[in-house]
């Protein structure tokens, strides 16, 4: 059976970090603190408000991260930049030193290594819709980066306007279209607790 959390920015944790301020959109399991290094999985966005700024390192995670509005140049241990422009998704991992050039706002994944693991995708929509689905012991996240788009399954239906969100859990067939002519774009999260085999 799956569960449907809709969420708004409004109920949302926002925290300052040392180059903008952080949305955590969802943490798992419920009731783990991102300060207490305790969680699983967690999805967030992020403003990044300097020119450059220093990742807190996060050395027992694996991380996933694209910017949604802006371009970012990534530097890992000192090494080339990477240039990620908007939903072009660049995993690596957390406990590397990794600087950011560029103002921003991205989303993020992060993963505990041998704990949890996942994908993240874009979903750029326009008259077509997308066909999703979840397994028993899967959690997808589904995030409305811009315009508008809805959710439905045989049994519910949701609307998500930018920066709302869908967290769905166990077996589920959805399929999700734009609302408006302007095509929609939507993040989305695919999370597996190690040895929950789909």
């Known amino acids: 059976m799956s569960i449907w959390i809709k969420r708004g920015a409004e109920d949302c944790p926002r925290a300052l970090w040392s180059g903008g301020a952080t949305t955590q959109l969802a943490i798992g399991p419920e009731g783990a603190q991102y300060e207490a290094r305790d969680f699983l999985w967690r999805v967030s966005s992020a403003t990044v408000e300097l020119e450059e700024s220093v990742f807190t390192p996060l050395p027992d995670y694996e991380r996933l991260i694209t910017p949604l509005r802006g371009e970012m140049s990534l530097f890992h241990s000192g090494g080339e930049p990477l240039l990620l422009r908007p939903y072009q998704v ?109």
């Open 90 to 198: 660049h995993r690596f991992s957390g406990g590397s030193e990794t600087r950011s050039r560029g103002r921003c706002t991205d989303f993020n994944l992060m993963l505990r290594r041998g704990a949890a693991e996942g994908e993240m995708a874009a979903l750029v929509l326009g008259d077509e819709s997308r066909r999703l689905t979840a397994s028993d012991g899967e959690t997808l996240l589904l995030y409305c980066a811009e315009g508008a788009c809805r959710i439905e399954s045989d049994a519910q239906q949701a609307e998500l306007r930018q920066g709302e969100s869908l967290q769905v859990s166990g077996c589920a067939a959805l399929r999700v279209r734009a609302m408006e002519p302007s095509g929609a774009a939507v993040m989305l999260c695919r999370i597996r607790l190690c040895g929950q085999r789909t």
